[in-house]
C-alpha cells in the first residue's frame, strides 16, 4: 500500500496538470482552474479517512472540516444570510465535521471498506457538486472531477502498490483488489453505500434539471427593492422643473 506522503504527491501532480488542462483547452478561467487543482490534490487524501493509522484520520478530518464549511460559503452568501449568520455557520460546521462526524465515521467504517471503493469515489465528487454554489454548472463540474480524479489516484495507487515485482515472478499482495472495488463482503455496507450514492445521484439530478439561477443574490434584491421604493417615496418635481424635463 502507497504511503501518505506518496499519495500526497501522486494527486498534487494531478492537481496541477489537470487545473493546467481546465485553463487551455477547456477555457476554464484561472482562479477556477487553482481551486479545481487543490480540490484534485485533496481528492487522493480522502480514502485515508478510514485508515487504521490515526495521523491520516486526524488530519484529513481536520481538512475536511475546513473545507466542506469554505465550499458551503458562495451558497451561504447567495442565501442572503448576514456576515455574523455566515461565520457562525461555518464555525459550527467545523466543529461538527471535526469532532462529530469523525467519530461516527471510526465508528462505522473499517479499513479498506466500502469507503476505499469507486462508490465511494463517485459519493465525495457528487457531495463537493451539491455543495459548490456557482451559477455555472460547467464550474461545479470541474470541482466534482477534480475531487474524483484525485480519489481515483488514491485507489489505483493502492492497486499497483498491491503487486509485488521484487521477485522474478510477480506476486499479488493480500490487499490485491482491496482499492478498486464494487462491493465489500458486508453486504449491509455495500447496500448503505449505494443507498448514499442513489440518494445523492437524485439531488444532484433534480438540481441539474433545475433552470440556471441568473437572478441576484436576496441581498441585492433587498436593496434594489429599497432603491426603488426610496424612489417612489420622492416627491414629485415642481410643475415648472418638470416642464423643462
Request: aromatic share 8%; with cysteine; glycine share 8%.
Given at each position: 500500500?502507497?504511503?501518505?506522503?506518496?499519495?500526497?504527491?501522486?494527486?498534487?501532480?494531478?492537481?496541477?496538470i489537470y487545473g493546467g488542462v481546465a485553463v487551455q483547452p477547456l477555457g476554464f478561467e484561472t482562479d477556477a482552474a487553482v481551486l479545481a487543482a487543490g480540490l484534485t490534490g485533496i481528492g487522493g487524501m480522502l480514502p485515508d479517512l478510514d485508515s487504521d493509522?490515526?495521523?491520516?484520520?486526524?488530519?484529513?478530518?481536520?481538512?475536511?472540516?475546513?473545507?466542506?464549511?469554505?465550499?458551503?460559503?458562495?451558497?451561504?452568501?447567495?442565501?442572503?444570510?448576514?456576515?455574523?449568520?455566515?461565520?457562525?455557520?461555518?464555525?459550527?460546521?467545523?466543529?461538527?465535521?471535526?469532532?462529530?462526524?469523525?467519530?461516527?465515521?471510526?465508528?462505522?467504517?473499517?479499513?479498506?471498506?466500502?469507503?476505499?471503493?469507486?462508490?465511494?469515489?463517485?459519493?465525495?465528487?457528487?457531495?463537493?457538486?451539491?455543495?459548490?454554489?456557482?451559477?455555472?454548472?460547467?464550474?461545479?463540474?470541474?470541482?466534482?472531477?477534480?475531487?474524483?480524479?484525485?480519489?481515483?489516484?488514491?485507489?489505483?495507487?493502492?492497486?499497483?502498490?498491491?503487486?509485488?515485482?521484487?521477485?522474478?515472478?510477480?506476486?499479488?499482495?493480500?490487499?490485491?483488489?482491496?482499492?478498486?472495488?464494487?462491493?465489500?463482503?458486508?453486504?449491509?455496507?455495500?447496500?448503505?453505500?449505494?443507498?448514499?450514492?442513489?440518494?445523492?445521484?437524485?439531488?444532484?439530478?433534480?438540481?441539474?434539471?433545475?433552470?440556471?439561477?441568473?437572478?441576484?443574490?436576496?441581498?441585492?434584491?433587498?436593496?434594489?427593492?429599497?432603491?426603488?421604493?426610496?424612489?417612489?417615496?420622492?416627491?414629485?418635481?415642481?410643475?415648472?422643473?418638470?416642464?423643462?424635463?
Amino acid at each position: 500500500m502507497a504511503g501518505f506522503r506518496t499519495h500526497i504527491t501522486v494527486s498534487s501532480a494531478c492537481g496541477v496538470i489537470y487545473g493546467g488542462v481546465a485553463v487551455q483547452p477547456l477555457g476554464f478561467e484561472t482562479d477556477a482552474a487553482v481551486l479545481a487543482a487543490g480540490l484534485t490534490g485533496i481528492g487522493g487524501m480522502l480514502p485515508d479517512l478510514d485508515s487504521d493509522s490515526g495521523v491520516p484520520v486526524r488530519e484529513m478530518f481536520g481538512l475536511a472540516a475546513a473545507v466542506l464549511p469554505l465550499l458551503l460559503l458562495p451558497r451561504l452568501v447567495h442565501a442572503g444570510m448576514t456576515r455574523e449568520a455566515i461565520l457562525a455557520t461555518m464555525l459550527f460546521g467545523y466543529i461538527f465535521v471535526r469532532y462529530f462526524v469523525s467519530k461516527v465515521f471510526k465508528k462505522l467504517s473499517v479499513h479498506r471498506g466500502m469507503y476505499h471503493s469507486i462508490p465511494a469515489m463517485f459519493i465525495a465528487g457528487l457531495v463537493v457538486y451539491l455543495c459548490y454554489h456557482s451559477p455555472d454548472r460547467n464550474i461545479r463540474i470541474l470541482m466534482a472531477v477534480g475531487v474524483m480524479i484525485g480519489f481515483a489516484s488514491h485507489l489505483i495507487l493502492d492497486e499497483i502498490y498491491s503487486v509485488d515485482l521484487r521477485g522474478v515472478k510477480i506476486v499479488l499482495k493480500s490487499s490485491a483488489g482491496s482499492a478498486v472495488k464494487l462491493s465489500s463482503p458486508s453486504l449491509i455496507a455495500t447496500a448503505s453505500c449505494y443507498a448514499m450514492l442513489g440518494g445523492l445521484g437524485y439531488l444532484a439530478y433534480q438540481d441539474y434539471q433545475r433552470p440556471p439561477d441568473d437572478d441576484p443574490p436576496p441581498v441585492e434584491r433587498r436593496r434594489n427593492r429599497r432603491m426603488m421604493s426610496e424612489r417612489e417615496s420622492l416627491p414629485p418635481p415642481p410643475a415648472w422643473r418638470a416642464r423643462h424635463i
